[in-house]
């Protein structure tokens, strides 16, 4: 008995290890034709081989073929896509493709890395078919594998709908395996996209955006500082704020208050979780379920940024930025130095004066002022431990990390200024540096973090500060957001954006999902 179980748990891991040496192999032999940054990680390997051991062990032979022939389906049009416009595909690339169903065959015949996909996926399925027809006495089944197959299958039906997902399943990152992308993408689309086509329907009204240039200086200096979880409240510099006004969390920007080059104000992102209102922000979508915007990318803040002829660095705190491959020169992924040695190190990667051309955008993406708050200064022991908590209280106790924090983070953008100050008068144009956090955050009793659909998470701080230049009127907004700022940096770039959906005085913030599927709500002036 002991010995037959033991049989059976070692040919069902033999059969699960083939079978996903087989799923895998689509992408490894696509690899061999096209170069593609799809990379297998433990976890994926691990996904794919639960699904390979309960899918070749299923009893009924229906449901395993219908199974894999969808699989291979899918899995060949996902390699397609890669092949035609060398990124994996979202869910609503198909339903672009049904309804432009003519264009579609016509692109495709005309491309010759199109008949790689195929090819990639025919032979390992084919493999995968004849194994199973002639090893058929040989492999174990169970009907207890269908079961576990069946409900992992609900679930992931549920799951798309349940939790904040979609735009993980919606816009697959490009390294994931085909496998795993067709897996998701297919169960975004049927369980989410499609019963949502039908019932409640997708606002697809949207017009597109239009890029028009306009005259632009021919030196400016722009410092671009995209914040995270800042929580105005706590700034001293914001007048809205009486009940901690009497701690000094911001004093380089309390010094700045009267100077006409400096604005701050409190302002709306985006949306309400990081990734999100990175997406939005850089490419500047403006209406939640305009997800056109991300896909014909006229908005992209960093493109337009190369296509005016801007050198361009990166300084990245963190791992969720756009796509920035091909637009910016120098880029710095320094999450790692920064958790180690603090978040001032970024200024080391700031370019150098002989570095500077006439136009430069040096974009830097914070960390600072994340939860856990204490994590970003108490490497320093005392230093920045100026605010403590009036009493035992968690909450009293967040407040002062976070304060503390904020004051960090104020000595950081005094650092910036001086640098600022320093390349304006050398190279002798306007320098501007202009700061967003990334979304807000919840600080206090019972409250706390951010990526929860409300207008407190997405109220959050914002200035401009310009040296070499008489003021910075142009950035007065009565109610800033993302996009209204990016307006205004465009308009400096040398860019208009016309933006046919905007009424000029509605703006949104949007909940976790570039397709409005979190929901959103909608603010006037
Ligand atoms: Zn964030």
Redesign the pocket.
Known sequence: MQNKKLDFISKIMIQGLLVTFIFMLPDIIFKLFQSSPIKFSGGMVTQIFLFAILSSSTHSKKFRYFLWSFWGIFMTMELCHFAFFGSLSTPYTYIWMMSELKDTFDGALHSIHLFYAPLSVIIPFVLLFWIDKKFDKNIKRSKISTIILSIALFYMAIDVNRQNRAFFYASERESNPTFIATTRKTNFIIFKAIPKLLFRGYNTNFKPYEITKITSPEKINIIYIFG??GNPNFFSIDSATKQTRQDKTTPHLDNLKNDATFWYSRGFSSSV??IY?VMMNFYMQREPENHDVQINKKSDILQLVKNAGFKSWFIEA?N?SPDYKDKIDFVYLIENEVNKNGEEIALNYFPKLTELSNKNFILYHQNIM?FDYKTHYEKFGDKWKKFKPSDNSLAEEKISEYKNSVFYWDYIIGKIFNYAKNIAEKTNAPTYVIYM???GELIGENKRG?SILSKEVATIPMFVKCFNCSNVNEFKIKNPTHYRMNEKLLHIIGYHLHNPNDDGKTFYINGKSLYGDDGFITMTD
Do not use: K
């Open positions: 995270e979880s979780s990081t209102s963190q969720t994340h956090s990334d979304h951010h």
